[in-house]
């Protein structure tokens, strides 16, 4: 496999007089250089061939790792236990298998991506043979914006109602209200994919404080914009 230390599977002693052969148990994604000799019947030698060499098909890949980098880019990178002759990795959309790119190394950086969406792939190595099996395929979310402009639209005895801009959110975003009567306890108080949003059964004779967050598909929240408060009257 290096070009120096040879070896010898098939010595002249197990009598082989047919011009092809199958070698087992080689290792993937290697390259293998192999010599050949003859033998006349008193037993001589003769020069070896010129040397050949070939490559096995790359090893499997386990499934990639995918870290969210922002609301429109994710970082992906997985093992290369495909073998040592591997010259580049394809990387594969999950759900048609559209190539997305040849990489060079074990990662990939995927770019112009949607807020909160779903995006998905499957990795397989090439070598000078071929490729090797796809990996598992792997999915992240990206992050989903925050949202931004909170103010108080409507608010009565018990109930506030609040909206928000959800800027370039998609459709399915999650928005979640959090309340508190005294501006550092909060808890969670209801969700929805979008304003307005009416908050109900509130205490009465208090302040109220109310802050927004948005959750991606994979449960990741952003930051949270400006704390609202308003007195409802009892």
């Known amino acids: 496999t290096d070009g120096a230390v040879l070896q010898t599977p098939i010595p002249f002693a197990n009598g082989l007089i047919a011009i092809t052969t199958t070698f087992f148990g080689l290792q993937a994604g290697t390259t293998y250089q192999f010599l050949v000799a003859s033998q006349n019947g008193d037993l001589a030698p003769s020069d070896t061939s010129a040397q050949a060499s070939t490559q096995t098909l790359p090893g499997n890949i386990g499934a990639p790792a995918g870290m969210v980098l922002w609301t429109s ?3 992906w990178t997985w093992a290369n236990t495909a073998g040592p002759a591997v010259s580049f990795f394809r990387v594969f959309r999950d759900t048609d298998g559209a190539v997305l790119a040849n990489a060079g190394s074990p990662a990939f950086t995927q770019t112009g991506l949607v807020p909160d969406t779903r995006y998905g792939i499957r990795v397989a190595a090439y070598d000078g043979s071929g490729s ?5 395929p792997t999915t992240a979310f990206t992050r989903a914006f925050a949202p931004t402009g909170s103010s108080l639209a409507a608010v009565f005895v018990d109930s506030i109602t609040v909206a928000w801009n959800v800027g370039a959110n998609p459709a399915w975003t999650v928005y979640q209200a959090e309340t508190s009567t005294d501006g550092t306890n909060f808890a969670f108080a209801a969700s929805t994919t979008g304003p307005p949003l009416t ?11 109310l ?8 449960g ?5 914009d400006v704390t609202l408060s308003t007195w409802l009257r009892g």
């Not at 090797?132 to 598992?136: D, I, N, Q, T, V």
């Not at 908050?199 to 404080?209: E, F, H, K, N, V």
């Not at 990741?220 to 949270?224: E, G, L, N, R």
């Open 73 to 75: 880019s994710i970082s």
């Open 132 to 136: 090797g099996a796809l990996s598992p």
């Open 199 to 209: 908050l109900t059964d509130l205490r009465g004779d208090s302040t109220q404080y």
């Open 211 to 218: 802050r927004l967050k948005a959750v991606n598909g994979g």
């Open 220 to 224: 990741v929240s952003t930051d949270y």
